[in-house]
């Protein structure tokens, strides 16, 4: 086994194992001090994945689509073509260390306050679970295989909901679990569609078609669209995610927000575009008017939002319309815009529901009416709520404004009636999405104090500091610096669309 | 024609040792009349069956009882997989009866005599030859099953699950014999394979009225035994009102068999082309009435006993693709039939580890009670619970039930290779449907206690039942391992 093999096994195998260890040490602030290191470790192995592995980068007529720095392959379940096949791309790699960073942070939250409900250490097992089934997700190569850590995700999520959730917890769970699985048996049909006509399930082999008929395309293409449209989610299969945003803890949300809801988007890249371009050449215009709809409905309903945490919730339909509109255009201007804009929203709304939290916790209410005046008792806190929320506006020089910009452009770019249209709406769209933000910032920073916020201390705890600065960090490297992501995804990317628009 | 046939004892060793066992349970209650010697005694031989079955099934597929071409014993790759599965069923059902037993609500004896006959009838069913035997043998495994449900004594509601399960029971044996006279009555064959080859030979016999009757009454009096929709009505009441064990062997070794039965007939004696829309039709009523009506229960059995009505359509689903065109071809008939038999093993091992949570978290020899009784459950017994959760997961086909999701994968697979993609997402969207009561139960398990009911199957009325406990903790570690390797179930289906 290569170096890179066994960081690949160690980026599942150590939160995997954490789990396990968390569960069996009997002391609960011990387990969540162990819970921490594994996930430290596993983001530890994340980061190096980028090194090496990319001699064949050169390109060739023959060499496929999707072309892993390193891959590790190995037989599972002949009967069912399912294969343990990992890899990992520029276009995943962002993605796996957004994901290990956030499942750290949010471990290490845990170390200093335990939402009610349940013990610490069953969240920070249920946590890293749920690390697992989302880094299986990105790093799979099996179509089997991603819909198996697909599926993995969902059970520990709906127990962190129902656990350690807000007053209406159950309910929200519950159907958050439904849609999801709704979501994913589609994908279970969709994956074996292709799997039946193509012969594999090896997604190497798989990107571009393979040689499917265009109707097994279009019917695959559907099928997994829809699939990761729950996931995104697109307008109008999104209502699940408000409720659950709302209800679930702090660092349920987090992980939700912040990586969950890229499983989706980069599903929609890597299996739904690639395996069936000729269906996403079909379904782009559909899938465009969408995007936007989604773009121009989340903000409105934002505008009229007065829970700060479900305003942030319906935030991310937008935002993920923002990225599914660049998917949409199929160009690589619209793939790249994707792959930052999904990275960006994860740093920049996990920070947003971090400080949501923050507030919540303080002063015991969500209410945007009775948090005014937050700026005079605590400074700091309003501060970075500030600063979280002008980079989710997309802000120049913040991570959130390439995602959106790019989007726009690229839907441009494409040219005719039809796609001006939605770069031209799109655009509106990301105005009102300033004007939400700012209003959100105006009730809650200005005025004079309520009695619920004239309370609050000004101080921040250090665990709190811990969890935000790393993102805050990352919002303005990556606002500075798109190369960060935008580099390491030029060549899959380049590849993808090569294949696709061929 | 030679009178004196040769008979294949090697071949038969596997319903030897089932009769075997029946007899020497018998012999023992009545010379020792120690009842843990007479349950020893039967766990023993329903082992010592398995083995036996395993090994004589690991040789080549061996034949007795043959008149020219056909035979009536054919012990090949799945006569022993279903000899093994009955046989281990048996085992876990008799540990799951301990307790009950013990507390002296049915007599030892009868009991596990009446278990040991009906597993002879499992063993011999996956051997069955021709219709004559496969009756037979489906009757040795249902008839004892009659005087179980009946066996608690001072039970009103188990006489009344007995003579609901009788009733019905008796119809449906009585419509498959129907459908195998009049089979006979137009082929002049009762061996299975020398039907399907005469109504292949002759397709003017397919096209007869009576045959088009025959075939549909056989189908009807199988589906009883799987308790499909619209004949499933029996299955809830009887569950309910049976001793948990048999609960668990009804709805698992029972089904096995129905299911058994079906195939072999489905497979091997009807045309495809007859069986495919009837066996589609009832799938798709099976599972998604099965689905709807488990998520109104209370009542945790009955709960069970829908959701086993459901799982039994999806056993059904992959025959249901025989009934397009794309679906005949012989690699996708085979596929097809290998999956119905994969999803019927793992459902098994699932639904028994479901049933032995159940009675691991309820007190000794007591019904299945309500799902507010289990409310809760996993402050008292963790892992009892948490195997019982991962059972139900399993059975909702989720991860960390990854043996239920590989049989809902298997079941998909299959019909997608066969070009009957609806069927494929009817099924899907009935796992949805199913994981809403699932979870419910589930949830319950972890969800507060209500303050107000200290005494309602409290921490002190669960006591500490040693082979519960380790059946239990056996069933859960053999669903672990299918999900791990399911390979295994796969490759033994097929054979």
Redesign the interface.
Known sequence: MTLGQVLLVAVLAVPALGAVAVAATPRDRAARLVGTIAAALTLLAAVPLVFGGRGWVAWSADAPAVRPWHQLDLPWVPGLELRFHLGVDGISWPLVVLTALLTLLCCAYTMWRVPDGGSGRALVALLLVVEVGILGTFLALDLVLFFLFFEVVLLPMYAIIAGWGGADRRRAARKFALYTLFGSVLLLVGVYVVVAAAGTADLVTLTGGAGMSRGTQLAAFTLLALAFAVKSPLWPLHSWLPDAHTQAPTVGSVVLAGVLLKMGTYGLIRVAVGVAPEGARWAAPVLGVLAVAAILIGSLVCLAQSDVKRLIAYSSVGHMGFVLLGVATLTATGIQAALIGNVAHGVITGLLFFLAGAVKDRTGTGTLAELSGLRETAPRLAGLLAFAAIASLGLPGLAGFWGEAFAVIAAVQVGGPLWTTLGVLAAVGGALTAAYFLRLLRQVTHNRPSPAVGQVGPGLAGAELTAWVPLVLLALAIGLAPTLVLGVAEAPVDALIGVVSR | MNVVQSVDSVALLPAYLAAGTAVLVLITDLLVARPRATIAVAALGALGTAVGSALVGAGAERRTFCVGADCSWIFGGRAALVAVVVALITVGVLGLSVPALRAGRSPVGEYAFLLACSMTGGVVLGAAGDLITLIVALETLTLPLYVLVGLRRGSLASAEAAVTFFVVSVVATTLTLLGAALLYAVTGGLHLDRLGALLAEQPELRDLPLTTAAVAVLLVGLAFKVAAVPFHAWAPATYDGAPLPVAAYLSTASKLGGLVALLAVVQRALPADQTGPVLALLAVLTMTVGNLVALRQRRTVRLLAWSSVAQAGYILAPLGALALAAGRTDEARSAAYAAAMAYAVFFVVLELAAFAGVTALRPAGADGGTLDDLRGAARRHPWRAAAFGLAL?GLAG???GLAG??A???V??AL??GGA?WL??VV??N??IG??YY?RVT?AL?APTPLAAPNVGGAAAVPVVGVVGVVLAVVTVATVVLGVA??LV??LA?R
Do not use: I, N, Y
């Open positions: 997961v989720l991860p960390p999701l590989f809902k994968v298997t998909v697979r997608l290779d993609a494929a997402l899907a969207l796992a949805v994981l809403a979870l949830a972890w399911p390979q796969l490759d097929g």
